[in-house]
């Protein structure tokens, strides 16, 4: 049993704005995060799966699959992108607030049902390099 | 003769969009940097002074006033903002388009008559881990 | 359930001695660490907590809080200090020897009864990028 | 319990290659990494060892002897080679072929037994800074 | 007047031998680099141009031609190769010895006549974190 | 002509106080770094040469010499020290103040005078990541 994770980075940018809070709330809870107009930063992902190592290639995972999959699960969706207006999770009237937490989860889902032959273990993300999120697919 | 170099880091979303250019021809010459809603990055910033030390404190310059400058004249305005819509520089009829060289020309032109005492030497900003600009005044 | 990270930095000197050792044992045992002028380092804290995510903010801990705990517990104590002659833990009779390992039990141990809503899970201290000590509160 | 971990960094070079496989299969499966000259990586080794502290040295492991063995049954062996023709585990007819998940279980292999006091708890071996391994001796 | 920086990665081997040296120089030389073998490193390449910015587009190059400059003089030749026996520079009778210093020249002739607009203002080619070795076409 | 550069790194201690200041102008000018005990930081040193290549070795200078001169010079006298205790130039009644940018240029003032062959062009010394200070040898 083996362990293998691949990084990736991508931009993007995104607000924190409860629709049930007011103005004052909004402000007091997310602080500059509250800005309407959104910021942004270099997100770095990084994907943990594990499994068992195939004997005839050396690999727990064939890491072209395994970023083919981050890329069109992931990437192609939310780099370069205003996440609370382009992507689904984080727009329309059941959105989630785009925090580092809740984009561990929502990339978590995208990713856990896609992957084939190696299982997912871990995401992580960067929003800073001095703040991260993990998610393990627990409930 | 020495020169000190503190590091800043901030956040901020901008678009590239030249309202002279034809959608075809912003969407070319930008790519998915073009895209109306904005992304974002973590920008780190490099300010360089270079002077002689002062003998009393061992200081080129004191720290507690560069990093006051660069707060006041940088940060406070561009942290956590949409640059195109609310740093002056980039927004208006007379906006410059966000990139990292003009960002590095703008922060010179911001700081370098602030400083006293040490002279402003460089300065460097990182988009990205992998793509920097560095402005050293010269015209 | 999501796990999250935050960074933080310190300055601080310290020296290895066991008074109950020799000299020659001291030496012997704790090399160049042993030198009674102390020495110093530029420690990188990190502080995982988890728990659920708020629906309302989207965190699983309001980070203002968590950056202030880690201020008046750790930093505001530890920063710019030398260890073995201004913590409590590191200094008097009963004091510990300031290694990498004690002063992740130590963190741990002030963080923990602190934390509210969320729990803590692992206290990650660097005293160089080469080595770094976890503690998740395992006894 | 304390987790500590050590880092050391080593050149090497390799080559993927299933004599099992057709040229064309080589070449599918394998893309650049085929090249029968071989390429090479700057690879970051971190070992992680746990157990309780020594209360009379602060030490979970004595790090000269972490070092000393990290040096005498890996890096010794792997530092400035070819993988596939240097290093027993890679060459001859029952090679395994190099790839970042079987050095961790290789590294894992050769640390566990040799270690005294301390208990091996995860090698993590970086091929790049954007794709690593664990292995924590699961079977 | 500014300048751009790019980073690129790319992963070779190399071994250094004079055959003008006996096998008691070359080894004592240039010491575990001899391994006749090779040995390889993952390089990261930082290339600068200088220029003044294109108003129209805020750049001093456009990126993507930079980048494909890059891939196809450098990259696309050195990326996953054994550097002295594919790369000619450092193959046949006239062979460069690939050292941090050659490759940096080396570079700097392949990307100053192709670069159009921006002017090559440096080379800057890591083989480890910790060695690095720059060109500015002096001669 | 090619410039080539070599890192290392240092832990020491250090206190800032000008014994021809007041207490109260201590405190003022040096902040936290006034503390009488000391506190200590993760050095890192970068010493650049340039010259020619020497055709034989590929080599601008011989990097076993070059590593050679900086442990002898710096890091044997600097590494697990007190710098107002235990460095020349920063105890005693001539004291400078061991900041970084006087740092700099005493670890110039050692190792000029000391290379063969290459020519010292830049000594960079970093205090934190977010600091440093270069001295390229101008008066």
Redesign the interface.
């Given at each position: 049993?083996?362990?293998?994770?691949?990084?990736?980075?991508f931009?993007?940018?995104?607000v924190?704005h409860?629709p049930?809070?007011s103005a004052e709330e909004n402000l007091r809870?997310?602080?500059?995060?509250n800005?309407p107009?959104?910021?942004?930063?270099?997100y770095t992902l990084e994907v943990?799966v594990k499994g068992p190592?195939d004997a005839?290639?050396?690999?727990?995972v064939?890491?072209?699959e395994l970023k083919e999959v981050m890329h069109r699960e992931v990437l192609d969706n939310m780099?370069?992108?205003?996440l609370n207006?382009?992507v689904a999770e984080f727009s329309g009237p059941q959105a989630?607030?785009?925090?580092?937490?809740?984009l561990?989860?929502v990339i978590w889902q995208r990713l856990a049902p896609k992957l084939k032959v190696a299982q997912l273990h871990r995401v992580r993300i960067y929003e800073?390099?001095?703040?991260?999120?993990?998610?393990?697919g627990?409930?």
């Open positions: 049993m083996v362990y293998l994770t691949r990084k990736a980075e931009s993007a940018s995104h924190y409860n049930a809070f809870v997310f602080g500059k995060c800005n107009n959104g910021h942004g930063h270099n943990t190592i005839t290639t050396g690999f727990v064939d890491l072209k780099d370069h992108r205003f207006k382009e989630l607030i785009p925090t580092t937490e809740n561990a989860i800073t390099p001095d703040l991260f999120a993990d998610c393990y627990e409930v």
